[in-house]
């Protein structure tokens, strides 16, 4: 079946790196995300990877797939206090009409 | 500007009562998506639209309905039927139907009182 699991919490000093992690059950992933969503506010796409690549960098932002664990990381770098929200992990398929998310891991950036 | 608009951001009902709620985009995508969202859980898929005057049953439809007469509407209504209709909603919308970037909107949180 489908499912995607994430750790719920991620507490870093500012200026440290962040590495959010997440697993996946579908091995016909075709497309793997990461999205952002602030407090009260809709999910932004922040980056994705298509399932034959191993790493994606933008900016602060890397992410490493691990097809044969079928395990996906998202590395913040130089992490700010604006980075704090709730991260989430998901994954879609080919011919698939859905995106299956995680629960999300919640962020806290201290100061 | 171009995007995708939910009203209200915040909705309460009375117990056996109907809502609708709305979602707008003028990103002229074809593909629109309800979700649900409760705390500590992912996102669950209740209604999709490939394209207009056609949707689907996600994982939760039971108590839910929508319509899709236009390309760039997709109201969401949760009947009295749903028995746990107190959560944030999350309506997106995608170019396609495979979903490759969604746009969300910022969402409404409905509260039965």
């Known amino acids: 079946g489908e499912d995607v699991e994430q750790s719920l919490f991620l507490s870093v000093r500012e200026g440290d790196s962040s590495v959010i992690n997440c697993t996946y059950t579908?091995?016909?992933?075709?497309?793997l995300y990461w999205y952002k969503q602030e407090p009260g506010a809709g999910l932004q796409l922040l980056t994705y990877?298509?399932?034959?690549?191993d790493m994606k960098q933008d900016q602060r932002l890397t992410v490493l797939l691990n097809k044969k664990d079928k395990h996906l990381s998202l590395r913040i770098a130089d992490t700010q206090t604006g980075d704090s929200a709730i991260y989430f992990c998901a994954e879609s398929y080919t011919g698939g009409f859905k995106t299956i998310f995680g629960a999300g891991t919640r962020l806290f950036v201290k100061a | 500007d171009g995007g995708i608009t939910q009203s209200p951001k915040y909705l309460f009902r009375k117990e056996g009562q109907n809502v609708t709620l709305s979602c707008e985009q003028n990103l002229n995508h074809d593909a629109m998506y309800w979700y649900r969202q409760d705390p500590g859980q992912g996102l669950r898929l209740i209604y999709y639209?490939?394209?207009?005057?056609?949707?689907q049953k996600g994982d939760i439809a039971e108590g839910y309905s929508v319509s899709r007469e236009k390309k760039e509407s997709f109201p969401l209504t949760v009947t009295s039927a749903q028995k746990n209709p107190t959560a944030f909603y999350l309506c997106?919308?995608?170019?396609?139907?495979?979903?490759?970037?969604?746009?969300f909107g910022q969402g409404t949180r409905l509260t039965v009182v």
């Open positions: 639209s490939q394209i207009v005057n056609d949707f």
């Open positions: 990877i298509f399932s034959n690549m």
């Open positions: 579908d091995s016909s992933s075709t497309y």
């Open positions: 997106a919308s995608s170019m396609d139907p495979m979903n490759t970037e969604a746009f």
